[in-house]
């Protein structure tokens, strides 16, 4: 039974430390969560006093809120295991306690039988009734044995004794730690409520101002029209423009190549014709050197079969000393003659090289005309367009970071819930001073004033644009080329009071959402 419980109080105990560990990512957790908060705290109170009832600042309160209900459920979790932990260390000391009694029974009785045979002289009578010497030294050893047995016991139970009192200490500790984060829960509370009403007061607010602040969005939404609809002229002036130039580029392009073919053809047909000439000297050196080949094999062949028939002659006839000077200067005519054939052979295979040689220079030859005749009248090949390569990872559009406020595409008011907005782009808010910055290395395609005093940037990427809308002023003019960070101009305030960056992306006439091309 024993064994039982004390098997579930260490699966308990390694439930409680990974409870430990859980509540310390938790306190992590919040931590981060805190910090965040603080920040949030630090740019309302610099936008508060820029801002009327601007969607960003109620964006920003909504957010805060959000993360101090996360804090307050770290908090449950994390007061769920402290509860556990004082649960388990109450276990733990009950289990310590039986287990001290245990000890302290055990040594009492350890005790008793020593008070029995105390005494210097039981001890000496034990030894020296030993029936021998052997037995004597055992009966010491075991005397030895058994006072350190008593000592041992007596040490178990003081370090039991301490480990209940660290047990206790560490629970009082997880009561103490309880308490105080009971404290500090209600005062997350308190001011989760206290946020939670001022969001619902900047609502009311809203809702107060519904008819002048909807004037002005309305008001606002016309003129985003207007603007959009002076985009889509410049883009499609773009688009002509690029177009015409491409058609013109693609015929001049065409003529380019024309020529530089009927150019390349006559300097192949020049080189077909030196070839040619060179081929047909070849051939016939090569004939001629077949011819004197053949003679010479002939000849070697016919001094062979006469010397043959002279060495048989001269067997037959018991070669006398002529025989054999004759036979020396056949032999000689023969070794001439085979030198002769292999001088032949050599030059044969020469020329069949030198012939295999030239129909491989007259191809290298015929290449490197067609390419000079086309590098001459300046044939080259379109470059591509590297701004799609660089989908998600196109630079951030502002020179410090903001909130993304209004989304791509058709979205609803979070206040006014009869009002939709259509968006071609994304706004972001940002702190004020900020300046927008060139997302891409482009071409300025076009600076437009607003009637609202704002101006609006459009830069060309090949067949991409992206737009910067709402700036106070602009850095850039008309057909300059910009890298990527180049600043474009400073972010103005919006109708609303915030500082508000209009941020758009177009693949040619089609507006496209910004958020799955930048990196933020």
Do not use: C
């Amino acid at each position: 039974m024993i064994r039982k419980f004390s098997f579930l109080i260490g699966v308990l105990m390694f439930g409680l430390h990974q409870g430990q560990q859980n509540k310390e990512q938790l306190q992590k957790q919040n931590a981060e969560l805190k910090k965040q908060i603080a920040q949030i705290n630090s740019d309302l109170a610099k936008t508060r006093s820029e801002s009327k009832l601007s969607i960003a600042y109620l964006s920003s309160v909504n957010q805060k809120l959000v993360l101090r209900e996360k804090v307050y459920n770290n908090t449950q979790k994390e007061k769920r295991f402290i509860e556990d932990d004082i649960y388990l260390r109450q276990l733990e000391i009950n289990r310590q306690n039986k287990e001290l009694a245990v000890l302290r029974k055990n040594y009492a009785e350890v005790l008793v039988n020593a008070y029995k045979n105390k005494g210097v002289q039981n001890k000496v009578t034990f030894i020296l009734s030993a029936k021998n010497l052997g037995e004597g030294i055992r009966r010491v050893q075991y005397l030895k044995q058994y006072s350190d047995y008593q000592d041992k016991k007596a040490a178990e139970i003081t370090n039991a004794a301490n480990l209940i009192k660290k047990t206790i200490a560490q629970r009082q500790n997880s009561v103490k730690e309880k308490a105080n984060l009971l404290v500090n829960q209600q005062k997350d509370l308190a001011t989760i409520n206290a946020e939670r009403a001022q969001k619902e007061q900047l609502v009311t607010d809203f809702k107060k101002n519904e008819s002048k602040l909807t004037a002005e969005l309305k008001q606002k939404q016309v003129q985003s029209k207007a603007l959009e609809g002076q985009i889509r002229a410049i883009i499609a002036e773009e688009i002509r423009i690029a177009k015409a130039e491409e058609e013109a580029r693609r015929k001049a392009e065409a003529e380019k190549i024309r020529l530089a073919k009927l150019a390349a053809e006559r300097e192949k047909a020049r080189i077909e014709a030196e070839a040619k000439a060179r081929a047909e000297a070849l051939e016939r050196e090569r004939r001629l050197a077949e011819a004197e080949a053949k003679r010479a094999a002939d000849l070697a062949a016919k001094r062979a079969e006469e010397e043959r028939k002279r060495s048989e002659d001269a067997a037959k006839a018991e070669a006398n000393a002529r025989d054999e000077s004759r036979r020396i200067a056949a032999k000689k005519a023969s070794d001439e003659a085979n030198a002769r054939a292999k001088d032949a052979a050599d030059k044969l295979t020469a020329a069949r090289a030198a012939e295999a040689a030239l129909a491989k220079r007259k191809e290298e030859d015929k290449k490197a005309a067609e390419s000079k005749a086309m590098t001459s009248y300046g044939v080259s090949t379109a470059t591509g367009n590297s701004f799609a390569d660089n989908r998600g990872r196109l630079g951030y559009p502002a020179d410090r970071a903001g909130q993304i406020t209004h989304r791509f595409g058709r979205q609803q008011h979070p206040v006014f819930k009869n009002i939709s907005e259509d968006n071609t782009g994304i706004k972001i808010s940002v702190p004020s001073g900020t300046r927008a910055k060139s997302v891409f290395p482009g071409t300025v395609s076009s600076v437009v004033a607003s009637s609202d005093g704002t101006k609006t940037v459009i830069i060309k990427h090949g067949g991409y644009f992206t737009i910067y809308s709402n700036l106070s002023n602009a850095n850039v003019s008309k057909g300059q080329q910009v890298s990527s960070g180049t600043a474009i101009g400073t972010i103005a305030q919006d109708f609303d009071g915030a500082y508000t960056l209009d941020f758009q992306v177009w693949n040619g006439s089609t507006p496209v959402d910004p958020l799955g091309w930048i990196s933020y």
